[in-house]
T-cell receptor
Framework: DTGVSQNPRHKITKRGQNVTFRCDPI?????LYWYRQTLGQGPEFLTY????????KSRLLSDRFSAERPKGSFSTLEIQRTEQGDSAMYLC???????????FGQGTRLTVV | GENVEQHPSTLSVQEGDSAVIKCTYS??????FPWYKQELGKRPQLIID?????GEKKDQRIAVTLNKTAKHFSLHITETQPEDSAVYFC???????????FGQGTELSVKP
């Protein structure tokens, strides 16, 4: 499968714990995006990278959220001190630079209990 | 920044009827407008897109129209089938913005 891959698919964690998600984009794509989706809503932009550079981070993203793409390939999204409001589907997408056609991964569903 | 509004939030049609979903956007610099279909528990999948240099694009039973003056675009599905049942999202790409901005989604239900 040469599509966007996300791991894990599901994560249940206790409030206050840290979690980390991984995204492997389509290999030729140099842009990588993270979105969050809650039930009944459209994907909400979190942050995006071009190669290893993080070009934009949503103002909605608190300091508990951090993302990296150290070698311009896979990316990780970490949430520290999780809260119940963090429960959502976290989607990753990738595209070519300056080509907006983006392809999504299956997502990681986070449940904070 | 860009803002995308999508209507209706739910749409129920009989099999064989047509379905239309409408979106408006705020940033006149936006130049790319994709539509994604998301089935329950699955990833959003791109089904059709349109760029600002054309007014209409068709792909079999689906079509998208764009009115740049009014800043709105629509998805048209003809001869709907039960497998068209899903949530549909529109999005807009602000030319200098670097990321897609999504509408709130439309849950389409096609009744046999």
């Amino acid at each position: 499968d040469t599509g966007v891959s996300q791991n894990p698919r599901h994560k249940i964690t206790k409030r206050g714990q840290n979690v980390t998600f991984r995204c492997d984009p389509i290999s030729e794509h140099n842009r990588l995006y993270w979105y969050r989706q809650t039930l009944g809503q459209g994907p909400e932009f979190l942050t995006y990278f071009q190669n290893e550079a993080q070009l934009e981070k949503s103002r909605l993203l608190s300091d508990r959220f951090s993302a990296e793409r150290p070698k311009g390939s896979f990316s990780t999204l970490e949430i520290q001190r999780t809260e119940q409001g963090d429960s959502a589907m976290y989607l990753c997408a990738s595209s070519f630079y300056s080509d907006p056609e983006a392809f999504f991964g299956q997502g990681t569903r986070l449940t904070v209990v | 920044g860009e803002n995308v509004e999508q209507h209706p939030s739910t749409l129920s049609v009989q099999e064989g009827d047509s379905a239309v979903i409408k979106c408006t956007y705020s940033d006149s610099a936006s130049n790319y407008f994709p539509w994604y279909k998301q089935e329950l528990g699955k990833r959003p999948q791109l089904i059709i897109d349109i760029r600002s240099n054309v007014g209409e694009k068709k792909d079999q039973r689906i079509a998208v129209t764009l009115n740049k003056t009014a800043k709105h675009f629509s998805l048209h599905i003809t001869e709907t089938q039960p497998e068209d049942s899903a949530v549909y999202f529109c999005a807009a790409w602000p030319n200098q913005g670097g990321k897609l901005i999504f509408g709130q989604g439309t849950e389409l239900s096609v009744k046999p």
